[in-house]
């Protein structure tokens, strides 16, 4: 059976979830589920980075003196959002885990007896928001790029990592490799970041006590993303390597140059795909946790509704680009998209069912006409290729010409002058491009291809069925209206500040 590991970053457990993690999230469960419809075999990592130095700080604040019970508790904040939002990973993992533990340990030696690590002294710039050591050069304006703040001057000895043994093998890797490193401009970006020079990089901090102890040295605990990194190995042992990592491009460097090397010393292999994808802006301003405008996905979740919100992030932005969330584009393509087009197909077909064939749907002959307009391949090859906001564009290009055929077709005037075979033959039609859109927006909306899929009288199997006339319906069940229309003053009146709160993962 073909596997599929798809893998979102471990966020930090002390912040909440925010509008940037959801998103993240949503991409990796879109791609997880449609690959389980294809009937691969899936797994779906994602988990928290528990073993930073800002848990330690977090847990001072929050006043929380156990940090074993503090990060618990904020797990279960992560669990219930991810619940909330209908993500079907597989895995959780936490860097608190002991078979985590275990495994950093034996992953470091293996690097160690390589004769990669050495001990040295480390001067320089030290962001505590990205936990990662710059020079000069990054900086903008004497300033970390992310979190504009000013790095901290450290001189300590440390434990270092021989990146720069490992700069010209990615370079050839990527070379050969051409869709290692996905979007291009991210793969160029990385190119060029190694052509101007690697360094070797510290993986070890003196004097701290949170954390996992170096196995060589016990006054020395591992560099959080020497620790964070392997996460993708422990939480799914029997996938490795990854198909598919997912990121936000302010992580780019750790996950593409040091996660590579650090895979290459230990004799690992390497990961098969990364996407890379942009930040999200709210109302056109840059997001984070200083600006207070970091949006809880919880609260617009129920505000709107999951799907709306799944629907909307997906649809909108293209995937690998920086896009802007915005309730007011939300709000108009729950309206239009959702409600209008697909919504009201639902509603008719039901209703006409209910009417014309005593909540039955009529057998018939598949009709060339509409069924030609559905392009299962491209949008399934859209979607390999991480065009989300395209496939999601091409199905709902196939509702849009449903709505028409119902339009052109005028099944009431058939009914009326007693046309009983075309009457049949629309209907059939229209039911059976409304299962086969079920399952196709299923990825994006669980919840919205069940409701439709109970509304029809269908079973919403666990792999493709786009067979026409190949399911059996057993009767037809109106239910609720799959999306209400919002108000845009109803909906925007009520974005006051409770949803103003969370915070990014190093700027998303
Ligand atoms: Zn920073």
């Known amino acids: 059976m073909k596997k599929f590991y798809v893998t979102t970053p471990i966020y930090y457990v002390n912040d909440i979830a925010s509008i940037g993690h959801a998103y993240t999230t949503f991409a990796a469960d879109t791609l ?75 992953f470091f030696m293996k690097v160690y007896e390589k004769g990669d690590i050495y001990k ?9 928001g990205c936990e990662c050591f710059y020079t000069e050069s990054d900086l903008v304006e004497g300033k970390c790029p992310f979190h504009k703040t000013e790095p901290k001057f450290i001189s300590e000895e440390n434990y270092f990592f021989k ?36 360094k070797d990089i510290s993986i070890s901090r003196p004097n701290v006590d949170w954390g996992i102890p170096l196995p060589i040295d016990k006054n020395h605990h591992f560099w959080v993303w020497f620790d964070a990194l392997p996460n993708y190995i422990t939480g799914a042992p029997k996938y490795w390597p990854a198909n598919c990592h997912l990121l936000a491009k302010d992580i780019l460097r750790f996950h593409c140059v040091i996660w590579p090397a650090m895979l290459m010393s230990a004799g690992y292999d390497l990961p098969k795909q990364l996407f890379v994808h942009g930040f999200l802006t709210i109302n056109g301003q840059k997001m984070s946790k200083s600006l207070g405008n970091a949006i809880d996905p919880n609260v617009l979740a129920q505000k709107y509704s999951v799907d709306s919100l799944r629907y909307y992030l997906m649809r909108s932005i293209p995937f690998g680009e920086d896009g802007d969330f915005s309730e007011k584009a939300l709000i108009t393509r729950t309206n239009t998209e959702l409600a209008d087009s697909l919504g009201n197909l639902l509603n008719r077909v039901v209703s006409m069912c209910e009417k014309y064939y005593d ?23 859209l979607i390999l290729n991480y065009k989300l906001h395209e496939a999601l564009a091409e199905i709902f290009y196939f509702v849009d010409q449903c709505n028409k055929y119902v ?10 002058n007693q046309k009983e ?7 059939f039609n229209l039911a059976e491009s409304l299962r086969i859109i079920s399952q196709l927006i299923y990825s994006f909306m669980p919840e919205t291809a069940e409701k439709i899929n109970e509304q029809l009288g269908f079973k919403l199997r666990d792999s493709f069925d786009l067979k026409w006339g190949n399911a059996k319906s057993k009767g037809i069940k109106k239910g ?18 409770d949803g103003l709160k969370g915070g990014p993962r190093n700027g998303l």
Not at 120 to 128: F, M, N
Not at 407 to 416: I, M, R, V
């Open 163 to 198: 990146l720069t043994k490992y700069a010209d093998k990615i370079l050839t890797y990527i070379e050969k490799n051409p869709d290692f490193i996905l979007p291009n401009s991210r793969k160029n970006e990385v190119v060029e970041f190694i052509k101007m020079g690697l």
């Open 421 to 427: 075979d075309e009457l049949e033959k629309v209907l």
């Open 32 to 106: 997880a589920r449609w690959h389980r419809l294809k009937g691969e075999d899936v797994f779906f990592l994602t988990g928290l980075d528990e073993n930073s130095q800002k848990t330690v700080k977090a847990a001072e604040t929050a006043g929380v003196k156990d940090l074993k019970e503090y990060t618990n508790q904020m797990a279960l904040k992560w669990t219930s959002t991810w619940k909330n939002l209908n993500i079907s990973n597989n895995g959780f993992i936490r860097t608190t885990e002991a078979k985590h533990k275990k495994l950093v340990k034996e």
């Open 480 to 497: 609720e209206t799959l999306f209400k229309k919002i108000g845009l003053t109803d909906g925007l009146k009520k974005s006051s500040n």
């Open 120 to 128: 040295g002294k480390y001067e320089g710039l030290y962001c505590e």
């Open 407 to 416: 339009n052109e077709k005028e099944p009431w005037n058939l009914a009326k």
């Open 359 to 381: 909540s039955k749907i009529p057998k018939a002959k598949e009709d060339k006409e509409l069924s030609s307009k559905l392009d299962f391949k491209k949008i399934d090859s």
